[in-house]
Protein backbone atom coordinates (compact mmCIF):
# COMPACT_ATOMS: atom_id res chain seq x y z
CA UNK A 1 0.00 0.00 0.00
CA UNK A 2 1.47 3.04 -1.28
CA UNK A 3 2.06 6.13 1.75
CA UNK A 4 1.38 8.53 -0.95
CA UNK A 5 -2.72 7.30 -0.91
CA UNK A 6 -2.86 7.48 3.13
CA UNK A 7 -1.63 11.08 2.84
CA UNK A 8 -4.44 11.61 -0.09
CA UNK A 9 -6.89 10.05 2.11
CA UNK A 10 -5.96 12.32 5.11
CA UNK A 11 -5.65 15.89 3.55
CA UNK A 12 -9.27 14.76 2.17
CA UNK A 13 -10.68 14.12 5.74
CA UNK A 14 -8.66 17.40 6.55
CA UNK A 15 -10.93 19.27 4.42
CA UNK A 16 -14.05 17.96 5.53
CA UNK A 17 -13.22 18.65 9.15
CA UNK A 18 -12.47 22.43 8.35
CA UNK A 19 -15.47 22.32 6.67
CA UNK A 20 -17.49 21.32 9.74
CA UNK A 21 -15.56 24.13 11.92
CA UNK A 22 -16.19 26.73 9.20
CA UNK A 23 -19.75 25.76 8.99
CA UNK A 24 -19.63 27.01 12.42
CA UNK A 25 -17.97 29.99 12.56
CA UNK A 26 -18.70 32.22 9.43
CA UNK A 27 -22.22 32.42 9.33
CA UNK A 28 -21.73 34.07 12.51
CA UNK A 29 -20.53 36.90 10.73
CA UNK A 30 -23.17 37.15 8.39
CA UNK A 31 -26.72 35.96 10.39
CA UNK A 32 -27.55 37.70 13.44
CA UNK A 33 -27.74 35.62 16.56
CA UNK A 34 -26.38 32.58 14.75
CA UNK A 35 -25.66 30.12 16.95
CA UNK A 36 -25.41 26.37 16.60
CA UNK A 37 -27.92 26.01 20.23
CA UNK A 38 -30.01 29.32 18.90
CA UNK A 39 -30.35 28.47 15.79
CA UNK A 40 -29.77 24.96 15.60
CA UNK A 41 -31.96 24.53 12.73
CA UNK A 42 -29.95 27.25 10.41
CA UNK A 43 -26.89 25.56 11.46
CA UNK A 44 -27.68 21.85 10.29
CA UNK A 45 -29.48 23.22 6.98
CA UNK A 46 -25.37 25.04 6.47
CA UNK A 47 -23.29 22.02 8.30
CA UNK A 48 -24.79 19.91 5.44
CA UNK A 49 -24.43 22.36 2.70
CA UNK A 50 -20.87 22.84 3.92
CA UNK A 51 -20.39 19.00 3.74
CA UNK A 52 -21.61 18.04 0.98
CA UNK A 53 -20.06 20.43 -1.49
CA UNK A 54 -16.74 19.71 -0.30
CA UNK A 55 -17.23 16.05 -0.41
CA UNK A 56 -18.60 16.20 -3.92
CA UNK A 57 -15.53 18.39 -4.41
CA UNK A 58 -13.38 16.26 -3.31
CA UNK A 59 -14.88 13.17 -5.33
CA UNK A 60 -14.00 15.02 -8.32
CA UNK A 61 -10.85 16.54 -7.60
CA UNK A 62 -9.34 12.96 -6.01
CA UNK A 63 -11.30 10.36 -7.53
CA UNK A 64 -10.49 7.85 -5.13
CA UNK A 65 -12.06 5.08 -7.07
CA UNK A 66 -11.68 5.79 -11.46
CA UNK A 67 -13.35 4.16 -13.57
CA UNK A 68 -11.40 2.58 -16.53
CA UNK A 69 -14.99 2.99 -18.90
CA UNK A 70 -15.51 6.69 -20.43
CA UNK A 71 -19.53 6.99 -19.71
CA UNK A 72 -21.45 9.35 -22.16
CA UNK A 73 -22.70 13.36 -21.16
CA UNK A 74 -25.96 11.18 -20.69
CA UNK A 75 -25.20 8.11 -18.38
CA UNK A 76 -23.67 10.79 -16.27
CA UNK A 77 -26.64 13.45 -16.08
CA UNK A 78 -28.55 9.40 -15.02
CA UNK A 79 -26.03 8.79 -12.59
CA UNK A 80 -26.14 12.17 -10.94
CA UNK A 81 -30.30 11.61 -10.83
CA UNK A 82 -30.00 8.80 -10.27
CA UNK A 83 -27.71 9.47 -6.84
CA UNK A 84 -30.29 12.54 -5.78
CA UNK A 85 -32.89 10.05 -5.75
CA UNK A 86 -30.59 7.96 -3.34
CA UNK A 87 -29.91 10.51 -1.05
CA UNK A 88 -33.62 11.94 -1.20
CA UNK A 89 -34.63 8.05 -0.04
CA UNK A 90 -32.06 7.86 2.56
CA UNK A 91 -33.70 10.97 4.09
CA UNK A 92 -36.89 9.28 4.28
CA UNK A 93 -35.63 6.15 5.70
CA UNK A 94 -33.48 7.61 8.42
CA UNK A 95 -36.39 9.64 9.67
CA UNK A 96 -38.54 6.67 9.55
CA UNK A 97 -35.72 5.41 11.54
CA UNK A 98 -35.66 8.13 13.80
CA UNK A 99 -39.03 8.24 14.46
CA UNK A 100 -39.21 4.61 15.36
CA UNK A 101 -36.65 5.33 18.01
CA UNK A 102 -38.54 7.70 20.12
CA UNK A 103 -38.49 11.04 18.14
CA UNK A 104 -41.76 12.77 17.91
CA UNK A 105 -44.22 11.88 14.69
CA UNK A 106 -46.06 14.78 14.37
CA UNK A 107 -44.73 17.44 16.58
CA UNK A 108 -40.80 18.36 15.27
CA UNK A 109 -41.25 16.58 11.78
CA UNK A 110 -38.89 19.87 10.12
CA UNK A 111 -36.33 19.01 13.63
CA UNK A 112 -36.07 15.58 12.52
CA UNK A 113 -35.98 15.82 8.85
CA UNK A 114 -33.11 18.15 8.99
CA UNK A 115 -31.40 15.77 11.48
CA UNK A 116 -32.55 12.98 8.90
CA UNK A 117 -30.94 15.12 5.93
CA UNK A 118 -27.45 15.59 8.07
CA UNK A 119 -26.74 11.81 8.77
CA UNK A 120 -27.79 11.26 5.12
CA UNK A 121 -24.94 13.63 4.45
CA UNK A 122 -22.30 12.04 7.05
CA UNK A 123 -23.55 8.62 5.40
CA UNK A 124 -25.20 7.80 2.19
CA UNK A 125 -23.62 10.99 0.50
CA UNK A 126 -20.00 9.57 1.00
CA UNK A 127 -21.42 6.11 -0.37
CA UNK A 128 -22.91 7.74 -3.70
CA UNK A 129 -19.47 9.65 -4.55
CA UNK A 130 -17.17 6.47 -3.78
CA UNK A 131 -19.84 3.94 -4.98
CA UNK A 132 -22.48 5.72 -7.03
CA UNK A 133 -25.60 4.32 -6.95
CA UNK A 134 -24.94 0.82 -6.56
CA UNK A 135 -26.64 -1.06 -4.30
CA UNK A 136 -24.79 -4.20 -4.45
CA UNK A 137 -21.31 -2.16 -4.19
CA UNK A 138 -22.78 -0.81 -0.76
CA UNK A 139 -23.59 -4.30 0.73
CA UNK A 140 -20.12 -5.74 -0.46
CA UNK A 141 -18.06 -2.73 0.75
CA UNK A 142 -20.23 -3.03 4.34
CA UNK A 143 -19.86 -6.31 4.29
CA UNK A 144 -16.92 -8.82 6.32
CA UNK A 145 -13.80 -7.87 4.45
CA UNK A 146 -15.44 -5.99 1.69
CA UNK A 147 -12.94 -3.21 1.39
CA UNK A 148 -11.48 -3.16 -2.19
CA UNK A 149 -9.48 0.03 -1.20
CA UNK A 150 -8.34 2.55 2.04
CA UNK A 151 -11.53 4.79 0.71
CA UNK A 152 -14.03 1.86 1.65
CA UNK A 153 -12.20 1.11 4.66
CA UNK A 154 -13.02 5.02 5.52
CA UNK A 155 -16.30 4.67 4.61
CA UNK A 156 -16.69 2.05 6.96
CA UNK A 157 -15.35 4.09 9.70
CA UNK A 158 -16.77 7.28 9.33
CA UNK A 159 -20.28 5.92 8.36
CA UNK A 160 -20.13 3.52 11.69
CA UNK A 161 -18.96 6.85 13.82
CA UNK A 162 -21.40 8.86 12.65
CA UNK A 163 -24.07 6.62 13.86
CA UNK A 164 -23.01 5.43 17.05
CA UNK A 165 -22.38 9.23 17.52
CA UNK A 166 -26.19 10.23 16.58
CA UNK A 167 -27.11 7.21 18.98
CA UNK A 168 -25.45 8.15 21.82
CA UNK A 169 -26.20 11.54 21.18
CA UNK A 170 -29.80 10.38 22.24
CA UNK A 171 -29.35 9.57 25.50
CA UNK A 172 -29.02 12.71 27.52
CA UNK A 173 -32.24 14.00 26.27
CA UNK A 174 -34.53 12.02 28.55
CA UNK A 175 -32.50 13.29 31.62
CA UNK A 176 -34.23 16.27 33.66
CA UNK A 177 -31.42 18.69 33.35
CA UNK A 178 -33.21 21.30 31.72
CA UNK A 179 -30.19 22.18 29.37
CA UNK A 180 -30.57 24.11 25.88
CA UNK A 181 -28.38 20.76 24.59
CA UNK A 182 -31.24 19.11 25.61
CA UNK A 183 -33.68 20.37 22.84
CA UNK A 184 -34.62 17.87 20.15
CA UNK A 185 -32.63 17.00 18.18
CA UNK A 186 -29.78 19.16 18.95
CA UNK A 187 -27.70 16.48 21.52
CA UNK A 188 -28.56 13.49 18.54
CA UNK A 189 -26.87 16.15 15.58
CA UNK A 190 -23.95 17.35 17.73
CA UNK A 191 -23.19 13.57 18.31
CA UNK A 192 -23.48 12.72 14.98
CA UNK A 193 -21.66 15.54 14.14
CA UNK A 194 -19.10 14.60 16.72
CA UNK A 195 -18.74 11.15 15.48
CA UNK A 196 -18.23 11.96 12.07
CA UNK A 197 -15.39 14.41 12.69
CA UNK A 198 -14.24 11.26 15.18
CA UNK A 199 -14.25 8.90 12.32
CA UNK A 200 -12.55 11.00 10.00
CA UNK A 201 -9.90 11.78 12.23
CA UNK A 202 -9.49 7.51 13.14
CA UNK A 203 -9.81 6.43 9.61
CA UNK A 204 -6.19 7.47 8.56
CA UNK A 205 -4.53 6.79 11.47
CA UNK A 206 -6.29 2.97 11.69
CA UNK A 207 -5.46 2.44 8.19
CA UNK A 208 -1.69 3.51 8.48
CA UNK A 209 -1.35 1.57 11.52
CA UNK A 210 -2.71 -1.42 10.18
CA UNK A 211 -1.35 -1.01 6.29
CA UNK A 212 0.97 -3.69 6.27
CA UNK A 213 -1.97 -6.01 7.25
CA UNK A 214 -4.25 -4.35 4.77
CA UNK A 215 -4.59 -6.56 1.22
CA UNK A 216 -7.56 -5.53 -1.05
CA UNK A 217 -8.89 -7.28 -3.63
CA UNK A 218 -9.97 -5.83 -7.46
CA UNK A 219 -13.63 -5.02 -8.04
Request: aromatic share 14%.
Amino acid sequence: MKDTEIKKLLFAHIFCVVSIILSTLIPAFFLENFSVLGTHLTWLCICSACVTTVNVFLYIIVKPNPSSKRSSFAHKISRFLKCCIYFFMSCIVFHGIIVLYGAPLIESVLETFLFAVLLSTFTTLNCLCMLGPNIQAWIKVFSKNGAMSIWDNSLQITTMCSIVGAWLGAFPIPLDWDRPWQVWPISCSLGATFGYVAGLIIAPLWIYWNRKQLTYKSR
